[in-house]
Structure formats: C-alpha cells, structure tokens
C-alpha cells in the first residue's frame, strides 16, 4: 500500500490534487443549496440579466441559471464520475485475470478489445446512440464502452509486469494461495496505476458527455446538463451571451481542474496511459 | 509483403463480420421499414401493396436468406434509401464526403501551423515565458469544450464583427471559423507532444556528438534533432487521424455545415435507420483503412519495427 501513502503524502502537499477533490465535493452537495428550482418555469421572468436574486440572471423558459448551473454540475461531473467507476468495475478485475491467466485467453480477449480501441470513442458514441437511441443511459453505456479497453490493458500490463518479479515468485514459492497473492501483492500496484489513468481520463469524459449532450445524443431538455442547456438556449445568445458564457466556463473549469489534477499525478508515478 | 496480405484478410474477415452486425441492426430497429418505405406524403397504403413490397425485398423468406440478399445489395454497393428524403444512402454520403474531408484538411493546416511554432518555441525556449505562454495555450486547448470555443467565435466574428459566415457552405469563407475551431482544439495536443519529443531529442548523445564536431546549433536542430523528433508524433498523429474525423461532428452540427457527421447527427434525432447504417458502415471502413495505411506507412519509415517484426517470424 506505499503507493496510498505516497497519495496521502501529496495530497498534502500538491494544491491541484486538494483543488479537484474539494471541486467534486462542492458539486455533489451544491444541489442542496440551489436558491431556485432548476425546473420550474416562470414566463415572467424571461431572460434577466444577472442580479441579486438571480445570480447568473435566467433562461428563456425564466429559470434561474445559477440553480441550473449547480443543479447541472450534478448531472454531469455526477455522470462521469458514475462512467468511471462502472469502467473500474468491470474493467480492472477483467483485465487483471487476463494478465494472471495468460496464455490463449489472454491472446483472444486482447484481439477483441484492440479492436475496440482502433476506433475513436467519439465514433463509437455515435454509432451507439444511434443504435440505441438519444438518451442518458445510452450515452452512459456508450462511454463506458469506449472507455473501457484501455482500462482493462492497463490493468492487464501491470499484472503482466508485476508478475514476473522475484518477490511474487518468492510468494508462490512460500505457499501464498493465488487469491491472496493476487489482494496483497498485485492489486495495490494496478489500483494506484488505474486512479492516475481514471483522473487523467475524467476530462475527458466530461467533454464527451458536454458535446454528445449539446448535439443532442445526450442528456434530453429540461434536464439541467450543462452541454443541453447552451444547446437549448442557443437562439437567445445574442440578446443574452451570459446563457452563452457561464455554462461554458462551468464545463470548462471542471475539465482544467481535473486535468492539473490529473498531470500531477501523472508526472508523480510515470504511468502511461 | 506476408504482412500486408494479413492485414488485408483481417480486413476481409472484419467486412463480413460488420455486415452482420450491421444486417441485425436494422431488423432489430422498431418500426416495419416497409410502411416507412411506402409513408408518403400521408397517402394511406393498401394490405396488398404492404405484402407486394414485402415480397419485393424477400422480407417473407427466413432470416439467413433475407442475410445472403442483403450480403448481395452491400457488395454492389446497395445501402438503401433514406426513409426521409427517399435518396439511395450511398450517394447521399458520397455527395456529403467531400465537404467533411475538405473541413478535415483544412482542420489539419490550421492545427500544423499552430503546434510546430509554438511546439518548437517551447522546447527551444524551455522555462523563458514563450514555453509558459504555449503549456498555458496547451492546458486551456485541451480543457475548452470545442463546440463552445465555436459559439464564441461566432460570437465574435460573425454577429459582433460581421466579417465572416457563422453557418453552411459555399465560399472559402466558410471553412475559416469551422476549421479553426477545430484546428486549435487539436493542436493542444501536438504542442505538447512535439515539446517533449524534442526536449528528449535534444539530451541525446548525438547532439553532443554534433556539438563537440562544431556543427552549428541551428543544423543541429533542423537535421538532426527535428527530424527525429517527428516520429513519434507521427505515429500519434496516424491514430488519431479517425479521431480528426469524428471530431467534425461536433464542429459540422454547430455550423450547420453540411457534412456526414451533420447527416448522421440529423438521422439519429430523426430515427433514419437506413441513413445511420449506412454512416455506420462508411465510417468503420475508412477508419480500419486508414489504420491499416498508418501501419504500412509506419513500417515503411521506421525500419526497427519492421527488423523486430522479421525477428518474430
């Protein structure tokens, strides 16, 4: 577990790591603190300018933005956080008995997920949506899907690597029974390697979930995603830009976030993704 | 030679498979495509005409058969028609193809121009503020919605400046905004990339060698460093050619530029089966083909991995 103290001993000292944790944190509980109902349509109050009342002023339908912001921010820093650990799932234990088991299982299961990977996510998204149709759930199943090979080849290599090393042999040799070998000696290294890659990749799967939404695959009005909502309000940019601007920056700050978050802990342990 | 033959059985056995998939895609799609085929214009159809169509296209036959004469109408090249513009697919992509490749290579110089200056300054200049300025242009390139930096810039151009068109197609003037778009959210990537790759490059022995026989900085950087920096960006940049391609969805259904993505992006709101599988079908093609060009090409420039790949046989 020393790759778990050596978390623990940079996340008191690296701010961008405290920064990303504390920014999930506010959008999970933000929702608690709405001043409005992100839902609730008020035709009296069309398209305000940002006031007291209304911090980020309101839509075309009259709700209030800033509801709708953190409302949102639930949605979809919610959804990609829920891809992430569905792909760690299913993925990790995966890809870790691949590598343990070897041989010609081995050999097939990674013919398969190689050509998954060959295409682009955003392509797959596409398609997956299109057969399933536009929706939450589906766009959730198709990111997971693309997400999901390169998870289980890491988990995979490092077992591979790990593996072959003197102290595992000198387990095996001792008698340590495969379930613990596995728990005690090979999981630590894949959990740290695999946390690095999930905070590299949370990034991107919430531009993913942003731009499938705003096309229209995603998430459906009134749900308050934040790539739906500039999709939705697109006509009444011109008369009202901060429709335009504040989602934008909402969906942006998260990714840079996550991002600073994510080259730090790469640049710590050297993983490649 | 045996390698590419092998690549191109892949490919034989991967078109097959797909065509399966894709022929229980539509059967399993809801909705009886002949009332689609005959719904025009509200125009109520006759039990007889339903039945005649369905014998027309061997829907009465079982499964396997219905496969062989799909598996026929796919290898001429028969993809359908649209059940909204009652247009043959396959035409209707190729007639749309040329505007989203243009869109593509217009994307890849805008992105080429950005990412080798500002990549080269950066490891030239490492830690001076020119290096600041272009990881600073990296970090935010890669964390900027690109459909959003596209709003913006329609904002700015279009509506506040009025000097070029925010949608359609037509005049060059039309592909600046899109391509730019997309060009600068690309590049992010590349900057990067192509900093560290020269970084490393220039810790080489080499360029000390070079150095200590008195060849001038500049030949150093230009033939010895920059050259071999370029293949591993190479390579990245051969995968991440399909990515280029579905990148232009986003891009074509914000300008409203008339491309596939755009056609697929309307078919699937519209539920336009035959359209949605027949992009299905086009685009993986072209994908596992331009994956399988990168991989000749790679081997053919970087002679390691071909001698590795003689070792292995």
Known sequence: ?273 | MIHIAKRLIEFMLFLLLLSFISFIFIKLAPGDPVKQMLHVDEVSVTKEQIEALRDELKFNEPLYIQYWYWLKRFFEFDLGHSYITKQPVLSELLSRFPATITLTCASLIVMILISVPLGTLSALYKNKWVDHMSRLFALVGSSIPSFWLGLLFIELFAVKLGILPSMGKGTAKHIILPSLTLGIAMSAVYVRLLRSSLLEGLNEDYVKAARARGISEKRIFLFHVFRRSLIPVITIFGMSLGSLISGTVVIEVLFAYPGIGKMVVDAIIRRDYPVIQGYVLFITILIVMINIFVDICYRYLNPEIRLKGVERR
């Open chain 1, 1 to 273: 577990m020393k790759i778990i103290k050596q978390m623990y001993w940079m996340c008191s000292r690296q701010l961008p790591f405290i920064l990303f944790l504390a920014y999930l944190l506010a959008i999970v509980t933000a929702p608690l603190f709405t001043p409005h109902d992100p839902l609730e349509i008020n035709m009296n109050e069309r398209l305000l300018e940002p006031s007291v009342e209304h911090l980020f002023g309101t839509d075309h339908l009259g709700r209030d933005l800033f509801s709708r912001i953190l409302a949102g921010g639930q949605v979809t820093v919610g959804t990609g956080l829920l891809v992430l650990i569905i792909v760690l799932l299913s993925g990790v234990p995966l890809g870790m008995m691949s590598g343990f088991i070897g041989g010609r299982f081995d050999r097939y299961f990674m013919r398969i997920i190689d050509s998954f990977m060959a295409f682009p996510d955003f392509i797959i998204a596409i398609v997956l949506s299109g057969i399933l149709g536009p929706g939450m759930l589906n766009l959730i199943f198709a990111i997971v899907v693309t997400k999901w090979g390169s998870y289980v080849r890491l988990a995979r290599s490092t077992v591979l690597s790990e593996k072959e090393k003197d102290y595992v042999l000198m387990a095996v040799v001792n008698g340590l029974s495969t379930f613990k070998l596995i728990r005690k000696h090979l999981l630590p290294h894949v959990v740290g390697n695999v946390f690095v890659l999930a905070t590299l990749d949370f990034g991107k799967i919430i531009l993913l979930i942003a731009s499938l939404s705003y096309i229209g695959l995603g998430a459906q009005p009134p749900t308050p995603e934040w790539g739906a909502m500039l999709n939705e309000s697109t006509p009444y940019f011109h008369s009202s830009p901060y429709l335009m601007v504040i989602p934008g920056i909402a969906i942006m700050s998260t990714v840079l976030i996550s991002n600073l978050a994510g080259d730090v802990l790469r640049d710590r342990f050297d993983v490649k993704g």
